[in-house]
């Protein structure tokens, strides 16, 4: 099972994501919600949560993590505002326009990114807005070069923070920055990309009202 707290670099940039929620959201979704940790920090800002993810192992996690005691929990989910479904985004039936905040952390590369979005977009409610965190491929020396400032940082967070992984399953991106920034821009017009400095990028958008 995977540690109630820990650090990696999916973790390190959930702030991202939580500083994307609309004031007052009274509903949100996480795509692919692995072991439930952002769906818990959603649920603080949220009046009702969301976790969806096709792993069983995973969703089972989640849901044990919403049973944690409370001082294992640095951040824990008020009762009743959070649930977690097993199934497959892409084909679940989803109400359109229903959430006012969509979101995702390192998922997005396990499914078609653009069918991805284009999902997402539609769930939202006019107004409303969406924040990815992901992964992309290194395809050019100038892709490497980016990457390489990464290196000792990374290493002096390895020695501040616990590291530890949700379990969840890990698959290598096969879209590089360039490509997860075309096709963003062409599914989610005016939307903002930013590549950081942890081998992440970031989407955020808000829905045309």
Known sequence: MARVGYWNHNVHYQPVILEAVPA??????????????????????????????????????ARART????????????PGRLRFIEADFLAYPIEEA????????????????????VAMATVLRPGGRLAVIGLAA?????????????????LVYHTIYRRGESGAPVKDPDMSWGE???????????????RHLLWRYSLLWRKPP
Do not use: W
């Open 67 to 78: 049973r944690a005691p409370q001082r294992v929990l640095a951040r824990t989910a008020p």
């Open 24 to 61: 007052d959201c009274a509903k949100a979704l996480d795509v692919g919600c692995g072991d439930g940790m952002l769906a818990c920090r959603l649920a603080e800002r949220c009046a009702e949560v969301t976790g969806i993810d096709r792993d069983a192992r995973m969703i089972a996690v």
């Open 138 to 154: 290194d395809a050019s020396v100038g892709d490497y070069l980016a990457a390489a400032p990464a290196l000792p940082v990374d």
């Open 180 to 194: 997860v920034r075309a096709v963003a821009g062409r599914v989610l017009p005016g939307v903002r990309y930013r």
């Open 98 to 117: 229903s959430v006012d905040f969509v979101c995702a952390n390192t998922s997005l590369h396990h499914m078609n990114f653009a069918d991805a979005l």
